[in-house]
């Protein structure tokens, strides 16, 4: 099961290409609202509708996914119950993914100081991490972390490799006429 945490002013397109490319690997996905409502307006004023919300939350997750956003990134930092989630998540060794400025909510929490990350140009003080990378998608140790929008199908093609394994990726990329470095 992956968890994708929504808040408030999330970057619309780091959310949905993830959880369709996923889905479409027959990845379990759910969205969960950080908040008590399941509706969520992205950055760019589109509505989405969430599965869940947090204090819905019983059951665990294989990996937790941040999408980006301002001021989405902001919320998802503020969280007291996402915050809890992920140290606990942490400790159960969990996997962990992130696309644009949110891969600093995790570099805020510590789990970065001894990892490579990505993340939105500007952002790297933030980080807080052993190596700042440029690299438009970054996995290491318990994390997977991307730059930005225009690596957000990339990113979840790299999380279905992670999940499913590399020929599950092939073969859906194919199917989706994606050829990594072509538009």
Do not use: W
Not at 69 to 85: D, F, I, S, V
């Amino acid at each position: 099961m992956v968890t994708v945490f929504l808040a408030e002013g999330f970057e619309e397109i780091e959310a949905i290409s993830p959880i369709d490319i996923l889905r479409r690997a027959s990845v379990q996905v759910r969205t969960c609202s950080i908040t008590d409502s399941k509706t969520v307006i992205g950055a760019h004023g589109i509505p989405f509708v969430a599965d869940c919300c947090i204090a819905e939350l019983s059951d665990e997750e294989e990996l937790i996914l941040l999408p980006g956003g301002m001021p989405g990134t902001l919320n998802l930092k503020n969280c007291e119950a996402l915050r809890e989630r992920m140290l606990s998540h942490r400790k159960k060794g969990g996997l962990f993914a992130a696309i644009c400025a949110a891969p600093t909510v995790y570099g805020a929490l510590g789990f970065l100081k001894e990892e490579k990350a990505t993340c939105y140009p500007g952002m790297e003080g933030e980080l807080l991490c052993k190596e700042v990378s440029a690299e438009p998608i970054v996995v290491s140790g318990s994390f997977i972390t991307s730059r930005g929008a225009g690596t957000a199908f990339a990113f979840g093609l790299k999380l279905v490799e992670i999940l499913c394994g590399n020929d599950a990726a092939r073969a859906l990329a194919k199917g989706m006429c994606f050829e990594e470095g072509r538009a």
